[in-house]
């Protein structure tokens, strides 16, 4: 039973994110003797449609 509340928690967690809107940005530099040899930068939105409307309606 704790398993299938564990679940529901996650779910709603989930939802609550998505509804609201999370972005996850990073970065990473691959170097050898103080030469960078690599970047690598990501930004991640994850949203649901229904709040992306919500907020360019607000902007407008």
Do not use: F, P, T, W
């Not at 040899?37 to 907020?55: E, F, H, Q, T």
């Amino acid at each position: 039973m704790a398993e299938r509340e564990e679940q529901l928690v996650l779910v709603e967690a989930l939802d609550h994110l998505l509804d609201r809107g999370v972005v996850i940005a990073g970065e990473a530099v691959i170097s050898i003797g103080n030469v960078d040899l690599l970047y690598l930068g990501l930004n991640i939105v994850l949203a649901n449609v229904d709040a992306i409307i919500r907020v360019n309606s607000k902007d407008k």
